[in-house]
């Protein structure tokens, strides 16, 4: 008895040193990691700031320096974080080194080669590859940001109710829908951006409750330790195919049954590093953007984040719904949707040469896919597993018009129609999103207030950011 005593003591006062001192405020709900390359930090000075300050949230950093990159952590960001992290840029080997103090015998690092998924690279790339990815050092990261936060959990003797994961390099629009919202509606949904999902999920950015942290923000160790050999193999039906990241991503969670919701892009990623020439060989043009000159490397993400903060401006707000559908349509037919969207011959996620960062599965491989002239909301692919009947009418909560607007539509077309016809708008100069106006009309739920930062990129839309608002 005297041992577990004496035990208990001395654990006590460990906690008891190593415990920050006590806060007179409520401790912070939620924890930020940042996650990336020192030399790619956005200028962004304000927008994360923005984000921060509206969840209330503590700041993790963890950054990469490479050898001829930036040596220091951008001031506006050191001012942010709670803590801040910066290690080299490590080579293969040790990054080997460290995946063999979890796998000591190497077997999934060999069965990973033999698979060569692109998310395992560099680390389990073969010898013979003729392109070498970066996924495996990026999840090492994340996890290592997380470790931070676990560390300061301890320290706080709580737990922190959500953790944000985003990058350095995004450029926000605007801040996240309030916290209050989703979790009215699921408490338990990760959210993740509504598009770049190429052949998974987008993992750019994610809103994770704390119980489903470890899945998201440490696959780097359920890689490594063989836990996710079974349901890979499982996942990719024995195709050869690159699989990234977001394609792990996708894996994981269906795999442990996570339920996702997703939420409009606010935030694109930014071409860093300054200079005449862009670090990404497809960064639009510059932009201007306030007091700020921005090239973005996507253009069809950044063209829906600054368009939604602009629609935000003009007294559209965050509702819960169903996904917008995409118009043109995704397929031509039944047989191009069947040939694209069968996951029991394509593996998890479908065909990935079908899809691109606007027409990707989760829009397009719906059980409606290809039956009729336009698509609808059965286009619309639902993530199905770990989620609540009560959830099953939404997909996650979007940039919409307000209740008010949307009834104002609704009277405008019935008294110069006399017929309803879908509410569009554009996010790209050939894409545009729909919405039924009656299913739209059903549900009164809707986020209040103006977010704190509303960037709005006027010289292209002028006074109708989308082009074409109510087509």
Not at 297 to 324: C, D, F, G, H, I
């Amino acid at each position: 008895m005297w041992r577990i005593a004496g035990l208990s003591a001395v654990l006590a006062s460990v906690l008891a040193a190593s415990a920050d001192p006590p806060a007179t405020a409520e401790p912070s709900p939620v924890a930020i990691c940042v996650v990336g390359l020192l030399d790619r930090v956005s200028a962004d000075r304000e927008g994360l700031r923005h984000v921060a300050e509206s969840l209330r949230a503590d700041v993790f950093v963890f950054l990469i320096r490479s050898g001829s990159g930036a040596a220091d952590v951008p001031e506006h960001l050191k001012a942010l974080a709670t803590e801040v992290e910066v290690a080299a840029d490590p080579s293969v080997d040790d990054l080997l080194e460290e995946a063999l103090r979890i796998d000591t015998h190497g077997t999934t690092i060999r069965a990973l080669k033999e698979a060569n998924y692109f998310f395992a690279h560099p680390l389990a790339a073969p010898k013979d590859a003729k392109e070498v990815d970066t996924g495996a050092l990026q999840l090492r990261d994340i996890s290592k940001c997380f470790k931070l936060v676990l560390e300061k959990e301890v320290r706080r003797r709580s737990r922190y109710r959500y953790v944000v994961y985003t990058r350095p390099d995004y450029y926000w629009f605007t801040t996240l829908p309030d916290l209050d919202l989703l979790q009215r509606q699921n408490p338990d949904a990760v959210w993740i951006p509504d598009g770049c999902d190429s052949d998974g999920l987008n993992d750019r950015m994610a809103v994770i409750p704390r119980r489903w942290a470890a899945q998201y923000l440490d696959r780097w160790t359920l890689l490594i330790n063989g836990t996710l050999l079974p349901l890979l193999r499982d996942a990719n039906r024995g195709r050869v195919a690159e699989r990234g990241p977001e394609w792990l991503l996708y894996v994981v969670l269906r795999g442990y049954r996570v339920p996702v919701l997703r939420f409009t892009p606010v935030a694109a990623l930014a071409c860093t590093g300054g200079g005449a020439k862009p670090r990404h060989g497809s960064c639009t043009r510059p932009l201007v953007i306030g007091s700020d000159i921005v090239r973005f490397k996507y253009v069809q993400e950044a063209s829906e984040a600054m368009q939604m903060a602009a629609w935000l401006s003009k007294q559209w707000a965050w509702r819960p719904a169903r996904m917008p559908w995409m118009q043109p349509k995704c397929f031509d037919s039944v047989q191009e949707a069947r040939a694209c969207c069968n996951e029991r011959i394509h593996g998890w996620g479908g065909e990935p040469a079908c899809f691109n960062d606007v027409w990707y599965f989760w829009r397009c491989c719906g059980p409606g896919a290809g039956l009729s002239p336009d698509d609808s909301y059965a286009s619309i692919r639902k993530w199905q597993w770990g989620r609540r009947k009560e959830d099953l009418g939404i997909d996650g909560v979007f940039v919409l018009p307000s209740v008010r607007i949307a009834r104002m539509h609704i009277e405008e077309q019935l008294k110069q129609e006399n017929a309803l016809r879908p509410l569009c708008y554009k996010v790209s100069d050939t894409a545009a999103r729909c919405m039924d106006l009656l299913v739209l009309n059903e549900n009164n739920e809707e986020a209040s207030g103006t977010p704190s930062l509303l960037r709005i990129f006027k010289q292209e839309y002028g006074d109708n950011p989308a082009g074409a608002g109510g087509s």
